[in-house]
């Protein structure tokens, strides 16, 4: 069974950095594409970062510069680092995991950490 936690969110001033984390479980953590979302109050989900097995990145231009994605595949984590925080990037964030099954590719997500950017 595909477990997805993450962990890190919290409290943190305009400037801060925080450093999110996604345990993984269940699947085949080396071949899935792992992504980052995040959900502001009132607004769509959205794509933040992405890695695929290759360690491939890709960045929604909001937060280039500022986040960096990477992975481990022996710890089975993919982590969220990210500085220069804006009030903006106020949002739940949310891990989700792209896998092939078969002759499908399936999404799976975890339950989300709340990251709030306020002074």
């Known amino acids: 069974q595909v477990h997805l936690v993450e962990s890190g969110g919290g409290l943190v001033q305009p400037g801060g950095s925080l450093r999110l984390s996604c345990a993984a479980s269940?699947?085949?953590?080396?071949?899935?594409?792992m992504n980052w979302y995040r959900q502001a109050p009132g607004k769509e989900r959205e794509l933040v970062a992405s890695i695929n097995p290759g360690d491939n990145t890709n960045y929604a231009d909001s937060v280039k510069g500022r986040f960096t994605i990477c992975r481990d595949n022996a710890k089975m984590t993919v982590s969220l680092e990210m500085n220069s925080l804006k009030p903006e990037d106020t949002a739940i964030y949310y891990c989700k995991a792209i896998i092939n099954e078969g002759w499908w590719w399936n999404d799976y997500w975890g339950q989300g950490t709340q990251v709030t950017v306020s002074s």
């Open positions: 269940g699947f085949a953590f080396r071949t899935a594409l």
